[in-house]
């Protein structure tokens, strides 16, 4: 090292195993063995074998060392589609679910979306903060560095710019970085016709949310029954007038034109994707919209997977998510690149790559995170396994040992 980068702040993680460096377009990820990460100031400077990067940065020079051997290094884990911040709890409905209700049924009676929306709106700020901070305590322990949280239960300009506010502070706070998106076209209030909410959205509380700089994406729910493709298009293009990224959840009960939405509007991912045929892929793809699927809601409702292997079988790349929320409690990554392996037949590797660099390129991360590259931020998770295989394969306990989020270790 020079001796101005010497006075810089060095981190070394050294001797692992496998070292995950990033996608792969042969295997899904490029791993390397017996190898280091070395960073300055939160930035990768150096990554390869052990001796060579030891060699240019000596552990004794390091503010921070890790030894890694018998362990596995990855990038920090991107989970682009959460709606993490919300109040009061629905565990009543998962046992409805075991005993045969749909979720229209749940719905009727007063369940889904809408009751979270009683709970947030009476909640204060502060509550969902807690709530969200828990939240992202538990992921940042399961390996999530970034994390993208959307609005969406207040389905009112109050509300939801108590949520952003929410999530704008419990992030501002916290090592993971939290990516905010504003979704009040999540649902439609009851009692309100869906025309006149959807003038809602775009007159009011869109304007609202722009004043309050918080959010960055823009996302709605293009679902029959919820919002057509036309309503969603007119929405997204208004926000992206507001300077939001548009995204979009598309194709989960009903395939009705929310991938040719989401090309037209240039989204930025499409999410869920149950039904979206083989011309709808092609849409995605020549939009350059990345598809994001969500296994842990599948897992959660007892349903079919998205099918993964048909986006991947021709070339193109995949995003996993968690879709955490009331009706999805899942906050582990490994956990979801598990289902991505057992249930959509994704290889391990694949499923690495969707929840590192394919799930930053969802969130339109594009400074290297999801990678552990030359420049790239130094977010780094190691495993207590000896191969990157082992995300997938063991999923009884959290294989997560040490979480470095800018190169300093802030979970152990």
Not at 192 to 210: G, H, I, K, M, R
Request: some cysteine; aromatic content about 6%; proline content about 4%.
């Amino acid at each position: 090292m020079s001796d101005d980068a010497a006075t810089d702040q060095l981190t070394v993680v050294y001797g692992a195993e496998e070292v995950v460096v990033g996608p792969d377009d042969e295997t899904g990820v490029e791993v390397l063995e017996d190898a280091a990460v070395a960073a300055v100031d939160g930035t990768v400077v150096a990554v390869g074998p052990t001796d060579d990067v030891l060699d240019e940065y000596p552990v004794e020079d390091a503010d921070t060392v890790l030894d890694a051997s018998g362990q596995t290094v990855l990038p920090g884990f991107v989970d682009p589609h959460t709606h993490a911040v919300f109040a009061g709890d629905r565990s009543d409905e998962f046992v409805a679910k075991l005993k045969g209700k749909t979720y229209e049924e749940i719905l009727e009676a007063g369940g889904g979306i809408l009751r979270t929306v009683e709970a947030v709106r009476t909640a204060s700020k502060d509550d969902l903060v807690a709530n969200l901070t828990e939240h992202l305590d538990a992921m940042l322990e399961h390996g999530t560095t970034t994390v993208e949280v959307k609005s969406g239960y207040g389905l009112d300009t109050e509300t939801e710019l108590k949520m952003l506010a929410a999530i704008d502070e419990a992030g501002a706070d916290h090592p993971v970085d939290v990516i905010p998106t504003f979704m009040g076209a999540h649902a439609v209030p009851r009692g309100v016709d869906t025309d006149e909410y959807v003038e809602e959205v775009v007159s009011e509380q869109l304007p609202a949310v722009a004043e309050q700089g918080v959010a960055e994406f823009c996302d709605v729910f293009c679902e029959r029954g919820v919002f057509t493709a036309e309503q969603s298009h007119r929405i997204l293009e208004a926000g992206r007038e507001y300077g939001l990224t548009p995204k979009i959840h598309a194709d989960e009960f009903a395939a009705i034109g929310g991938t040719e939405v989401a090309a037209d509007v240039g989204a930025s991912s499409a999410d869920h994707l149950l039904q979206t045929d083989a011309e709808g892929r092609e849409t995605l793809v020549e939009g350059d919209v990345v598809p994001v699927m969500l296994p842990g809601t599948a897992f959660g409702l007892g349903a079919e997977y998205a099918d993964a292997r048909a986006f991947l079988d021709a070339g193109h790349e995949v995003a996993l998510a968690s879709d955490f929320n009331p009706n999805c409690f899942a906050r582990s990554m490994g956990f979801v690149a598990t289902l991505g392996s057992v249930g959509m037949r994704m290889t391990p590797r694949e499923a690495i790559r969707s929840i590192t660099s394919a799930a930053a390129k969802a969130v339109d991360r594009t400074d290297g995170t999801g990678t552990l590259r030359q420049g790239s931020p130094a977010d780094l998770v190691v495993l207590d396994t000896p191969t990157a295989t082992h995300l997938s394969y063991r999923f009884d306990t959290n294989p997560v040992s040490t979480v470095l989020k800018s190169g300093v270790v802030v979970n152990e």
